[in-house]
């Protein structure tokens, strides 16, 4: 809001495009199931953001009603895969020059920035954040009156602090985050109630009753704060010396709301006096579930306590879909507790149910994912996206470990980080550690580059022997690979700490990416590329810690090799040296290591570049019925490396022929080694 009067609205707050509510007796969705189940709930959301992307993209501006509308189709996009409600968002922002709304410090015209930032993070463009920075730069600059709180009323908390947030995340600037912090803190002093701890809309509100004589705590404001916390939370890091007070706060008001749950599921406008109030209100229901869902996917909240209270209200959500795509029983713009109808729809309703529909996505494949999905965010157990770039797998009994490069956002620049995850069926992965977190270890130079870690388990010594591509420019160049070295290092355990021994040239050769092989003999190979002469297969030394000798070099330029034994012959594949622009795999067969190798051929149809990804390894499972070979490929995002993925799909291969599927579902049983596409 943009007055302490409740009742003063602004221009743009009284638009007809912020929503309506229509007197029709409207049919409900019958095609949207309230399930916590991907597939369900990317359905729902595409049904709604899709209704209000064509209501509402002709009205886009910069108020904060809309501001909220773009966080959730931002949101949208991510879970979605469908890039076209980020780019609606994009094209708003570019149309404005990024603009921030006109007035100067007011929460509701900073609430904009969180999508620019956010655009911003994944792809920077100085020119998206040059306005809004000048902006928060001039707010730090001014005099400091601790008497006019910028934030006096509870809905500022999600329009501004999360924009500070981010643009720390996006300079490493902390005088942002620490403005954030102070403002933050003295809004909760005067609006926080200690005991039921939710927060009044302004002061206004501190001493106001319900109609059973309890104090008003308004739904959609205690939405705006809490999801407030979750967007601060994402961006502040964990070593942030207050960030535990945000925590606390977040687990307070969490356990509070959850008490206050209707059994559809939902929250009224009037969370202490529900029965004052006929219809649940769906915006403030839509943030409480955004939130409780994000912290349980953060481990934040307990798992047994909170699912079911968002199941519940997921469905409740879900059950006020229209059969056009309308989101329902929404309160207009306020200040607090209102009336409304069914139909009753709001951007920045919209924008929470997204958001919340995000959280259930996450939520949904770390309950039950059931099925491998090429391309899409992979959660590990902690909720988080793997980040194992580049990797290889090692098998130790029962279990498989995956090692690669963690390049998750906003680890220190100076180091380079292997992870590890552990698996007993491929799909369910746990992070156990960061196996490496290396600084310069031979004065390399800032740009020294470590990529492709691949582990091997070497039985006479008892040690875990890392490879790895240690790249950067040669002193006085300034190309960023001239160094092509492969560096290796050791560790007692599978998951600890890897000791970095040294670093060479494999026989006095140069080496970019590496691959690791393991024949059937338990003989261990080292797969480089060397740019003058091939692609090379060189077997280790008796400890693993050189290479002994070399076995074949097969005289094609290709990089990202894999290498397996199916039946009687060995398959190679590789990538053409195209940079991170992917290219058709090729593959090529022989009788021997040796060689004779056959004629290169590709791996998928030409066309699709081997579907976007690049060859990384190839992993043999041999089971008691079948044995299947996995094709294992990471899709780059130079731009935005954290947000990486992986394409992992079985081969169709046998008697010298080797096929990469179009990508699909697909699952695998790692005791029988049978596959199942899920078409």
């Known amino acids: ?122 792809q920077p463009d100085p020119a998206e954040i040059k306005p809004l920075r000048q902006q928060f730069d001039s707010i730090l600059k001014s005099p400091y009156d601790d008497k006019n709180l910028p934030w006096w009323w509870c809905d500022a908390l999600f329009m501004a602090p999360p924009a500070w947030a981010r643009l720390y995340k996006a300079t490493g600037d902390i005088r942002y985050l620490d403005y954030m912090n102070r403002e933050w803190w003295l809004t909760s002093a005067l609006l926080y109630n200690p005991s039921e701890h939710l927060y009044s809309r302004d002061a206004g509100f501190l001493d106001k009753k319900e109609a059973n004589g309890k104090k008003v705590f308004w739904s959609r404001g205690n939405g705006w704060v809490i999801a407030g916390l979750v967007r601060v939370l994402q961006e502040m890091p964990s070593s942030y010396p207050n960030r535990e007070r945000f ?22 406008p009037g969370l202490m006096d529900a029965s004052s109030y006929p219809l649940p209100e769906t915006s403030g229901s839509a943030f409480f579930t955004y939130a409780m869902a994000w912290g349980v996917n953060e481990g934040i909240l307990d798992r047994t306590t909170f699912v079911p209270i968002v199941e519940r209200a997921w469905k409740g959500l879900v059950g006020h879909i229209y059969a056009d795509g309308r989101l329902g029983s929404m309160q207009p713009v306020g200040a607090a507790p209102g009336d409304f109808g069914p139909t009753a729809s709001y951007v920045f309703g919209v924008g929470a149910f997204l958001l919340a529909g995000s959280e259930i996505d996450r939520m949904a494949q770390q309950l039950d994912p059931v099925s491998i999905r090429p391309g899409e965010v992979w959660l590990d157990d902690r909720g988080q996206p793997i980040e194992a770039h580049g990797g290889g797998i090692l098998k130790r009994g029962d279990t498989y470990f995956w090692f690669g490069e963690e390049r998750e956002q906003g680890l220190d620049p100076t180091k380079r980080y292997v992870g590890c995850y552990s698996s007993t069926d491929l799909l369910h992965w746990k992070f156990r550690n960061m196996v490496i977190q290396l600084s310069d270890p031979e004065n390399f130079g800032p740009r ?33 690979y001239g160094l092509a070295r492969v560096g290796v290092a050791v560790s007692d355990t599978i998951d600890g700490y890897y000791r970095y021994l040294r670093s060479f040239r494999p026989l006095g050769r140069e080496s970019r990416d590496i691959g690791q092989f393991v024949d ?24 693993y810690l050189d290479v002994a000798k070399e076995v074949a070099l097969i ?38 290591l040796e060689g004779p190798w056959s004629e290169f051929k590709d791996v998928a149809p030409t066309e699709t570049k081997t579907y976007g ?48 599927p179009e990508p699909m579902p697909w699952k695998i049983d790692v005791h029988t080694g049978q596959v199942d596409l899920l078409r």
């Not at 990538?575 to 009788?591: E, H, I, M, R, V």
């Open 247 to 268: 925590v606390t706060q977040f687990r307070e008001m969490s356990a509070s709301l959850a008490k206050l749950q209707e059994p559809d599921g939902l929250w009224r």
């Open 613 to 660: 990804s690049q060859s990384t390894l190839m992993l043999k499972i041999t089971g008691t019925k079948q044995t299947s070979v996995i094709f294992m490929g990471d899709i780059w995002k130079p731009k935005t490396q954290w947000d990486s993925r992986y394409l992992w799909m079985p081969l169709e291969i046998g008697d010298g022929q080797l096929r990469l």
């Open 520 to 543: 059937d003999d338990d003989t261990a190979y080292l797969i480089t590329e060397d740019r003058p002469l091939g692609f090379h297969i060189e077997k280790l030394s008796d400890d």
């Open 1 to 122: 809001m943009s007055s302490q009067a409740s009742c003063q609205l602004t221009a743009a707050e009284q638009s007809r495009a912020v929503g309506d509510e229509t007197q029709k007796v409207l049919p409900v969705a019958t095609d949207v199931a309230a399930t916590i189940d991907r597939l369900d709930v990317e359905r729902a959301m595409r049904k709604v953001a899709d209704w209000e992307l064509n209501r509402a993209r002709p009205s886009f501006n910069l108020d904060w009603t809309f501001a909220t509308l773009y966080t959730g189709f931002m949101a949208a996009s991510r879970s979605t895969e469908d890039p076209k409600y980020r780019q609606a968002v994009y094209e708003m922002g570019r149309s404005h020059e990024w603009a921030l709304g006109h007035r100067i410090g007011h929460a509701d015209d900073q609430a904009v920035a969180q999508t620019y930032l956010d655009l911003y993070l994944q």
């Open 448 to 480: 020294w580059i470590l990529e492709r870690p691949k582990v091997f388990y070497n039985k006479k010594t008892k040690k875990y022997v890392m490879y790895m591509h240690i790249d950067g420019p040669l002193p006085g160049s300034s190309a960023g």
């Open 555 to 592: 005289p094609m330029h290709l990089e990202g090799g894999a290498l397996v034994h199916y039946q009687s012959l060995y398959y190679v594949i590789g990538s053409a040296l195209t940079g991170w622009a992917p290219n058709p795999n090729k593959y090529a067969t022989a009788a021997r």
